[in-house]
């Protein structure tokens, strides 16, 4: 999501300027976050986490409109991103070991990300 996020951000100032501010706020809060989390080196995970409004409310608005995708295109783009940031902790509550948590989160990162670039590939100019 990062990624489709930073691809569907507008090319200059006017595309901001028109943006609601609810929009422009969650996004400002969450790419901050995100980017602060990992320089700051420490509390990664949690620093990093706070990033959410910008990958869960902002990245789905900006790109129906960048990419020009359907209602069912953002809610499987939405649920892969949401699904994505849970697995590891159901994981866990579900009694898998870590190692085994990680590798099904990896696992499932991976196929996510497959699927994401196969619905965004005929739209994005590489």
Do not use: E
């Amino acid at each position: 999501m990062p990624l489709a996020l930073f691809l569907s951000l507008p090319k200059d100032r006017k595309g901001y300027a028109g943006m609601p501010f609810w929009l422009f706020l969650a996004l400002l809060y969450g790419v901050v976050h995100y980017f602060v989390g990992v320089i700051a080196g420490t509390g990664v995970f949690r620093i990093v986490g706070y990033g959410w409004p910008a990958f869960l409310l902002a990245a789905p608005f900006l790109m129906k409109d960048k990419f020009a995708l359907g209602k069912s295109q953002l809610l499987w783009l939405s649920a892969l991103q949401l699904l994505s940031a849970w697995l590891p902790a159901l994981a866990l509550k579900a009694g898998l070991s870590p190692i085994y948590a990680s590798l099904l989160a990896i696992a499932f990162s991976l196929m996510a990300y497959a699927f994401a670039f196969r619905i965004l590939r005929p739209r994005v100019a590489f």
